[in-house]
């Protein structure tokens, strides 16, 4: 008989999981008197299941062979996302999630010291994989095995930025405004017209909106333990405008909403945006209306310290990084068109 879809306890693993779609998912809470922060664990895993990881067995080396009776791989794994839970914000705990469940299920009853570097190269080693991925994969395996005290020598591909390449031009995102509906559309314009992240706008209140001095102000965001500061979204007077068409229809609470009610998801957004792409014949990504943004403040010649401020940077070298092909000749190309256009 299938379990119930609801946490339930494996004495064994001293553990709570629940099953979906006949796939049993730890939820990284240890201990039988934790129902409560299974079932909370649980609604945020309904809240947002990631796209689990696929992996084929070809892709994967051979399994270790037991050795000793030492912790294993689905003691550590689950060990680290109970940490996890308490410790990190949800968005953190699902991308974890989406690689160590699978490592898991692959290793589990393998003492954790007997997996090597190899095995876990080759377990992050898929063909349809990218540099970002790969990287999101290995740092969450050396991450988990690194908080039992096992030091793993990986050899972790940096994160690929599309940086430019990404940007959504002005054509493509007219289509996709035309076609867009609702909150969703108000979301993307939102995107479009600050450069703010996407999990800026997510998490973005009604409340947080200085109406007076036309700025938002995020004391939960991406970089708020590194600078120990708050993030100010800048808003112009359109920005402004729609912020208050968004106050008219919600009154309080998430400034962009999904049809639940709730703020949005990323990847509810990142689903509903590839809708429109596959409808439309466009190529838009979230991440790339803020690289939009970037780009057109460094072609129009703001300093690449205002621009730095505008994307919420603490300095220039996040941009320099991204867009140097564009800091370094945007003041040469404008110069070039001066002459070629002179007043």
């Known amino acids: 008989m299938p379990r119930p879809n609801a946490p339930w306890f494996r004495t064994s693993k001293n553990a709570w999981y629940v099953t979906l779609d006949g796939r049993v998912v730890s939820l990284g809470v240890t201990g039988r008197s934790n129902r409560k922060l299974a079932l909370k664990a649980f609604a945020r895993l309904l809240t947002d299941v990631p796209e689990p990881a696929k992996f084929s067995a070809a892709e994967v080396c051979p399994l270790p062979q037991p050795a000793s009776e030492e912790q294993t791989v689905r003691q550590l794994v689950d060990a680290f996302l109970t940490h ?9 705990v699902r991308t974890y999630r989406r690689f160590l469940e699978p490592f898991a299920d692959r290793f589990g009853p393998v003492p954790a010291a007997n997996v090597t570097a190899a095995v876990v190269d080759s377990f992050a080693n898929v063909a349809t994989w990218g540099d970002t991925t790969r990287h999101g994969c290995l740092n969450a395996v050396a991450t988990a095995f690194r908080h039992s005290g096992i030091t793993l020598t990986l050899d972790i591909p940096p994160k690929a930025s599309r940086g430019a390449e990404a940007v959504v031009t002005a054509e493509t995102y007219a289509k996709v ?23 800026e706008a997510f998490a973005l ?16 965001h991406k970089t708020a333990r590194t600078t120990g500061r708050s993030r100010l979204i800048f808003l112009s007077a359109e920005a402004m405008a729609l912020l208050r068409q968004q106050k008219a229809r919600h009154s309080s609470g998430f400034a962009f909403r999904m049809q639940n009610g709730r703020g949005w998801r990323l990847n509810a957004a990142v689903n509903r945006l590839w809708r429109l792409n596959a409808k439309l014949g466009t190529d838009a990504t979230l991440y790339g209306f803020r690289h939009s943004f970037a780009t057109q403040a460094l072609v129009n010649g703001l300093p690449d310290a205002q621009v730095a401020a505008l994307l919420g940077h603490r300095g220039t070298a996040m941009l320099h990084k991204h867009y140097s092909h564009l800091t370094a000749q945007a003041q040469a190309m404008r110069e070039a068109v001066a002459r070629v256009r002179p007043q």
């Open 177 to 199: 405004d035309a076609e867009a509906r609702g909150d969703f559309r108000a979301l993307l314009r939102f995107l479009w017209l600050t450069g703010c992240r996407p999990s």
């Open 205 to 220: 209140t009604l409340e947080t909106v200085d109406w007076t001095n036309a700025v938002a102000m995020l004391k939960d």
């Open 84 to 92: 996890s839970i308490a410790r990190h914000k949800p968005h953190t």
